[in-house]
């Protein structure tokens, strides 16, 4: 196991925190960040652990704070508003990226210095949590099984609870409405249609195609050019999902709603509780199709999602100082399509039992 010196940007959000617990538990020492001193400070005296204030905003903090560290993971989400100055401060210094996005752009964005990181030595490895390594590998595992795969379905379900940033974050995606990747492009897709069945490790799930991280980093893992991304959601909800969607589109299009909507998620949010984290689990499916017949499915059985991304991040943290991997790349691409079973908890199906 690797000790070497990195920094937690965002370690005192909801997800920073586990990520911190994780890392203090496989014995790391990772430096702690935040923009907020009084937020910061104390998570560092009750930990022993180093902090550092600093904001992305600020060239110069920024600077300061990943001074000596070798690699840094972004905790501090939306990433569209945290992630570029961090990334370019990491090209400029040589230190390797993580984060736990989902985001489209975000992805897109880190793609698009596959090279200069390259040159520098470095990894620009964002979305490390449940979105998307999961779904990631398990993408790259049905696309290794169907040669020439011309379709990709990915499907998950049993998010439950979610956290403060999560929630804010899906706030701000929704007026951009839906979308599926066609003929390797991003195209348009109404939300809340689409429904369809899918069995899943724990019975049939009803999903629905939503925005996804994999539309993105699932067509740069396994180069397939028609890519859905769905989720269950409860039956009764199903009639109402498309009118429902459409007025929080609308809504949520107005920057006033937009903003009091995050205030009063941050107040009220607080993200699933250690119980449900322990007993709660996720599912994952996937299926690949070459159009001429040929197809294949698998499924996960995953820990509850921000479980898994806690002892997923870290994780892959150790593999990143392991293997010093080279470029922008997704996780399955950098350590293969079996690299989620390395994360305790993880179980992969070809068959479902029964
Ligand atoms: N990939 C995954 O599976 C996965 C899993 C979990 C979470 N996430 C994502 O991770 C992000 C964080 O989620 P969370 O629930 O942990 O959020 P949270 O509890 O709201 O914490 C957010 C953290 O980000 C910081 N932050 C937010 N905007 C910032 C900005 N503009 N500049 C500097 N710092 C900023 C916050 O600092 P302050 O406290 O100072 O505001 C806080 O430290 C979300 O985007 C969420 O969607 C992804």
Redesign the pocket.
């Known amino acids: 196991m690797t000790k070497e010196n990195w920094l937690i940007?965002?370690?005192?959000?909801?997800?920073?925190q586990l990520v911190v617990e994780e890392a203090l538990h496989r014995g790391h020492r990772p430096i702690l960040a935040?923009?907020?001193k009084e937020?910061i400070e104390p998570i560092a005296n009750r930990t022993g652990l180093e902090y550092v204030v600093a904001?992305?905003?600020d060239t110069g903090s920024l600077k300061k704070a990943l001074s000596g560290v070798g690699l840094i993971f972004n905790?501090?989400?939306?990433?569209i508003?945290?992630s570029t100055p961090i990334i370019k401060a990491c090209l400029e210094y040589g230190i390797h990226y993580t984060d736990?996005?989902?985001?489209i752009p975000v992805f897109q964005n880190i793609f698009s210095y596959d090279s200069q990181a390259k040159q520098k030595g470095i990894v620009l490895m964002p979305?490390?949590?449940?979105?998307?390594i999961p779904t990631d590998c398990l993408a790259l595992y049905v696309a290794e099984h169907v040669p020439g795969a011309v379709e990709l379905e990915l499907a998950f379900a049993g998010l439950g609870h979610i956290?403060?940033?999560?929630m804010?974050?899906?706030v701000e995606m929704i007026p951009g409405g839906g979308m599926v990747r066609r003929d390797g492009r991003l195209t348009s897709y109404p939300l809340g249609r689409g429904a369809k069945k899918v069995l899943f490790p724990d019975g049939e799930h009803t999903v629905i195609p939503i925005l996804w991280?994999d539309l993105e980093t699932a067509y740069h893992s396994t180069g397939v050019k028609n890519i859905t991304t769905s989720m269950a959601y409860p039956d009764f909800m199903i009639p109402f999902l498309p009118a429902g969607i459409s007025i929080m589109q609308k809504l949520f299009a107005s920057k006033t709603i937009q903003r009091l909507a995050q205030k009063m998620i941050?107040m009220t949010v607080k993200?699933p509780g250690k119980d449900a984290r322990e007993r709660d689990r996720s599912y994952v499916w996937a299926r690949a199709a070459d159009g001429k017949g040929n197809e294949k499915q698998a499924w996960l059985d995953i820990p509850e999602?921000?479980l898994f991304?806690a002892v997923a991040s870290v994780l892959t943290i150790e593999k990143i100082f392991e293997l010093h991997p080279k470029g922008a790349l997704t996780p399955a691409m950098a350590f293969g399509s079996g690299f989620v079973l390395n994360i305790n908890g993880v179980k992969r199906y070809d068959k479902l039992p029964g």
């Open positions: 940007y965002g370690a005192n959000g909801y997800t920073g935040g923009r907020s937020k904001d992305p905003a905790a501090a989400g939306p990433f508003h945290t736990i996005t989902g985001e979305g490390i949590g449940f979105d998307v956290s403060p940033g999560t804010k974050t899906m991280g941050g993200g999602t921000y991304t």
